[in-house]
């Protein structure tokens, strides 16, 4: 579905996404979408679980965003090549900038039974911070926010009148919120266009019933109703990024030659070069796919 002028609110669908390996796991993604890349500088949405897989993800690089990693159930320890070494719990948030380049591993913890759930997003870096140097923070103490109706934890930027202390690059807000009654009302922030993602069951937003997973986008405006007692949404919000982005695999730039650069700089050295080294893996990596045979080009959001 594509958005018409007038319209301030799309459905945006999950598409179920194999991520390989023999144990691996499907996600199901909602950002980028077709008609919408962005939503905010938040640019990857990617939903996982509740499922018996495991996630085994060998060191891979990244260029130009923000990886939040945020389970909801069972652990993941994480490794990159600053020295990181943090096995991630329910409710802590993993937040890993890469500037110029980084490189990590992602593995479910084995002596955990519990079926994993939980989502992995994807944060654009602006001009200003996407050549610098790469950065991982581990964030155990995110501040429990609440309002009539509701309750939830703040990921990163401001909500209820508290703050994460998550460190972001653009004006973002992410937010796990639990509905405690039917038809709860949030105040937003109007200069945020905004994205609420079903976690674990149907909602409604502003009297649209969404399916589980989907993502219900909405262009700015200072409230948003939710109904659904009982259920989780993920609230993602910010202004509008403006910056064109060249998406490919793990990498986010602003045009091909960069891409190519980047993929060049993992294939020819994956231990030790520009991202650096995983301890714990040995020689081991994810090699980067082909690149397409035409020239990679910006995704463009359409205008509302
Ligand atoms: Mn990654």
């Given at each position: 579905m594509t958005l018409g002028e007038g319209m301030t609110a799309e459905t945006l669908l999950p598409r179920e996404v194999p991520l390989g390996g023999i144990r691996g796991i499907t996600v199901h993604r909602t950002l980028p979408h077709r008609s919408r890349p962005t939503i905010g500088a938040w640019c990857f949405a990617d939903h996982f679980g509740p499922?018996?897989?495991?996630?085994?993800?060998?060191?891979?690089?990244h260029i130009g965003l923000q990886t939040v990693t945020w389970p909801v159930a069972g652990q993941i320890r994480h490794r990159d090549n600053l020295g990181s070494d943090v096995v991630l719990k329910p409710g802590e948030l993993n937040l890993m900038t890469s500037g110029?380049?980084?490189?990590?591993?992602?593995?479910?913890?084995?002596?955990?039974?519990?079926?994993?759930s939980?989502?992995?997003?994807?944060?654009?870096?602006?001009?200003?911070?996407?050549?610098?140097?790469?950065?991982?923070?581990?964030?155990?103490?995110?501040?429990?926010?609440?309002?009539?109706g509701w309750h939830g934890t703040l990921i990163v930027?401001?909500?209820?009148?508290?703050?994460?202390?998550?460190?972001?690059?653009?004006?973002?807000?992410?937010?796990?919120?639990?509905?405690?009654?039917?038809?709860?009302?949030l105040d937003l922030d109007p200069s945020f266009e905004h994205g609420v993602l079903a976690l674990d069951g149907p909602v409604s937003v502003d009297g649209v019933p969404i399916e589980h997973r989907a993502l219900q986008y909405l262009a700015p405006?200072?409230?948003?109703?939710?109904?659904?007692?009982?259920?989780?949404?993920?609230?993602?919000?910010?202004?509008?990024?403006?910056?064109?982005?060249v998406m490919w695999w793990n990498f986010i730039g602003r045009d091909h030659d960069e891409i190519v650069q980047a993929r060049d700089d993992w294939m020819g050295q994956p231990v030790g070069?520009?991202?650096?080294?995983?301890?714990?893996?040995?020689?081991?990596?994810?090699?980067?796919?082909?690149?397409?045979?035409?020239?990679?080009?910006?995704?463009?959001?359409?205008?509302?």
């Open positions: 499922t018996d897989a495991r996630m085994h993800v060998l060191p891979h690089p110029a380049g980084v490189s990590h591993s992602e593995i479910s913890d084995p002596s955990d039974p519990t079926p994993m939980g989502v992995q997003l994807w944060v654009a870096l602006p001009e200003s911070r996407r050549h610098g140097a790469a950065d991982f923070e581990h964030v155990p103490d995110l501040p429990t926010v609440e309002g009539r930027g401001d909500f209820a009148g508290l703050s994460s202390r998550a460190r972001v690059y653009t004006p973002l807000v992410g937010v796990q919120i639990t509905l405690d009654e039917p038809d709860v009302v405006t200072s409230r948003v109703r939710l109904d659904g007692a009982g259920r989780t949404v993920l609230l993602l919000g910010g202004e509008p990024f403006a910056e064109k982005l070069g520009r991202y650096g080294r995983v301890d714990g893996h040995g020689e081991d990596f994810i090699p980067a796919p082909e690149l397409p045979n035409v020239r990679l080009r910006p995704r463009v959001r359409l205008k509302l």
